[in-house]
């Protein structure tokens, strides 16, 4: 199979997933958004902060992916089950004081500069959608299996009929219609975990049950424990989910420091960032593509195919990238109107504000494409401690000082936190570079 075909046919299925998984914030965040613009800052918030803790669980559960893939590549089946099963034991000691944190959030909101209302708006979503949260990593750790066992595309079909199935469940818990009640915000996050929990079962039958994976029997022997194998899902997962919440700290506090200029820059904020979240799902799925096809080089001690690998993933990713910078700076009014009714408070103040920062996210979200390829390919060398520190380092330095310089002390506007964000990812994305042909060497010199 021709290697850009190869890296299709995992890509593909991938980005189809992990863009129906993060439909389900983007519905949530438009019809919150039909309720006014109180309600989308304080919505979305919460959903900021829940997919702030989804992306570490993401993060943490990622080496499964590595090593499955790995074992696949040795067609060692023992190994692949029980992998699986210290993952699902691994998303449910991360969720629970996850579940706690998330409960309490709304009234740590105030504390960190956040108006009242908008706290409690928050905290009214995030009480509802904490009980997906077990079921959204669940999905994670299924699709990380799936993936690197060649077989994604089931998975792709159930997240995607999720889509329309939870803008159904928002527009009946949200509005009240069909018979149910208007709960408001936290009708969305209801839905939401409505459709997490019917996902993750439905995905758990198939992969119990369907002939590409009854030679696995991944869920006959859940109360399996290996303390090896946990430790190396740990030992990659851990500086990765670091990685994965310095990098969402570091637009969360973005988004505290919008709030701290006010509502509409907060408003404006949670629609760019939404729009760059959905345009980054392509980059997301080529990097779980370049973690699968990087480990199963790694497993053949191909050298040549692991760069290979990387270098077909970062020229498809920068073609298709630069398309949708073209398209969101061409269409950003358009887009706009999606999220904001006309009628709603700050209407013209808002939608000037968000084609201002569109115009930086664009580009920025380009720049991040290159950077996720880049942590998949390192993550593949199963290389994350390193990596981590250097994201960290650059995204609590440059990231948040250069954020607070700019916005706050030079008093340089909404703009200049995007511009801020922009030049974080372009340092943090080069640095990267180097650090993987740096570490494909040393297993080069390794094998040699």
Known sequence: MHPIESSLKLAIP????????????????????WLGSEALAAGGLGVIALYMFIDIGTGLCEGLGALTAEAFAREDIEEIRKLTIQ???????????????????GSILPLLGQEETIARG???????IVWGLPAALGIVIFKEVATACDRPQFITIITAISVPLSALANYALIFGHWGFPALGLAGAGWASTIIFTLTFFTILGYMQFHPDFQKYQLFNSLWYGDRDLFAKIIKIGVPLAIEFGAELGLFILAAFFMGYLGTANLAAHEITLSVFELATVIPFGFSYSTTVR???????????????S??????LNAIVTGILAVAIWLFSPQIISIYLDSSSINYTEIVNISISLLAIAAFCQSIYGLHLIVVGALQGLQDTLIPMWIDVSIYWGIGVGGIYFMAIILDLGARSIWFALTLTMIISTGILIWRFFHVLSQESSNIS
Request: overall charge negative; glycine content about 8%.
């Open 14 to 33: 991938s980005v189809l997933t992990q863009f129906a998984e993060k439909a389900i914030g983007f519905i949530d965040l438009v019809m919150m958004g």
């Open 294 to 308: 990087v480990g199963q080089k790694l497993g053949l001690n191909n050298i040549e195919g692991i760069k290979n």
């Open 87 to 105: 993952g699902l034991w691994l998303n449910l000691f991360f969720s629970l004081p996850m579940m706690v944190i998330l409960w309490h959030l």
């Open 122 to 128: 928050a905290q009214i979503y995030l009480q509802a």
């Open 310 to 315: 990387l270098l077909i993933d970062l020229f």
